[in-house]
């Protein structure tokens, strides 16, 4: 019996806002908006700060690390092919706690994931996409 | 002194359609027999309908998430009304109620018919209609942030919440479990409920995990079903044949970041201000309340609501629910006294409002909640989204 190919990760519809976001990932950055005037991170992205009203709002990029806020550990085979368990989680930048990206955690035991466990971008090419996944930042020996 | 319009409504009449894991009847003759069922309830003819509402209004997909909208239901019953909507971004499944509310107290209706549709036990048996992703679409909206980590289900997407939730509070499996046991027990004396047969703690710690924290007994069950309630002007209420369930508060607010990822309180979602809210506008506080009816798309909601109303303290629900004893039709607060959607069947927050009046007009039979109660809280939603209602007997 052949195994099944894993399913084709669904991509997002790009805009200007949040394009340098799913393709900063070519250059290896994480590109986050910013605001010019005040520094204030805008997650999702949108050009306005809604600290300070400012208009100049840019991509910039971040250090692609941050803790784990959430996460699950689905066991649930929802279509044929899918690699259960695995894990999805909200990750907290280091940059600004409110800033939480939706992830995947990759790299790891799905069971040793922890909450506020540090972690590290990484992307994989998706067509013309670069869809940033998480790791944990390895431990010094 | 402020005048809250909810307080000039009330809820005069009831119908739910039969309730199945497939129906035979389509989605709109389910509507018709739920509204035509609330209409004769209230001691109305249709001709006195001049209103009506639903949420979130004709979806026309596959997913029977919302199969019939208020054009639907108008034309099928030829209603003449003042004033129709239907549309999903509101205080969660509520919205309908809450814009009714509002209609009354504009002038543009006096009885109001709001109802809701489930046709998703059908539509699971031809397609995957659970799924939140498109395959071979692109994403677009909120949801696109999600789209490529393999978030089939709102249950796995939910998961990442009710996990930090059992971080914080440290309940565990057993103690989470009295909710659906409680809600089978009661499922067992509601001959329309789709699940009857008794449950236990193994059977809850046997059922499959689905996405941690969540098992399969954690989550609600997909049906066909149709619910309507008629909410009336205060003044046309008294007039009616049953004795009008006064609309006491409402909790309607946006006062978080409106995204499931940036809410402010990822555990407790945005219900602790819309639950204030609603007490803000009223004297009753929570020990005045007989029984609640709280939503359940997952445990973890009902969980949350306990703790927002204040029946118990904040992490306090594992210590309120434990044994069940509490929450049960002879407990100080019964719960979910028809099942819920976990037993009962997903009718989306409108099985809880159908089943707080059958309590409040006494007719639950075997499952009739002793002492006459006269007060209920009912709540729906979670994360972002979520309303509440406060509801009296006269």
Known sequence: ?141 | MTTYAEKNTAITGVGMSEVSRGATKSALALTVDAAMAAIRDAGLTRAEIDGIATWPGEQANASGFSAVGCAALQDALRLKVGWYAGGGEAPGQYGAVFNAIGAIAAGLCRNALIFRTMYEATARKTAFANSLLKTGERQSGPFAWYAPYYTYAASLQQALFFNLYVHKSGIRPEQVAQVPINQRRNAGLNPNAVYRTPITLEDYLASPLIATPLRLYDCDVPCDGAVAIIVSRMDVARTLRNPPVRIEAIGSSMQYRNSWTQLDALDTQAQPKVAEMMWSRTDLRPADVDIAQLYDGFTYHTLNWLENFGFCERYGAKDFIEGGRRIALEGELPVNTGGGALSGGRLHAYGAVHEACTQLWGRGGARQVKGDPQVCATSTAGGPLAGAMLLVRD
């Open chain 1, 1 to 141: 019996m052949k195994t099944p190919p894993a399913p084709a990760r669904t991509l997002p519809a790009i805009d200007n806002d949040n394009r340098a976001y799913w393709t900063g990932g070519e250059h290896g950055r994480l590109m986050i908006c910013r605001c010019g005037h005040c520094g204030y991170y805008v997650h999702p992205p949108v050009p306005f700060c809604p600290q300070c009203e400012s208009s100049d709002v840019a991509p910039e990029p971040v250090s692609g690390r941050g803790r784990i806020a959430s996460f699950t550990v689905n066991h649930k085979v929802w279509v044929p092919g899918l690699a259960a368990p695995y894990v999805l989680a909200l990750v907290a930048l280091d940059e600004q706690e409110d800033v939480r990206l939706v992830c995947n955690i990759t790299h790891c035991d799905p069971d040793a994931v922890r909450f506020d466990m540090p972690v590290v971008v990484w992307f994989e090419n998706h067509e013309d996409l670069w869809v940033p996944f998480f790791r944990p930042v390895e431990q010094a020996a």
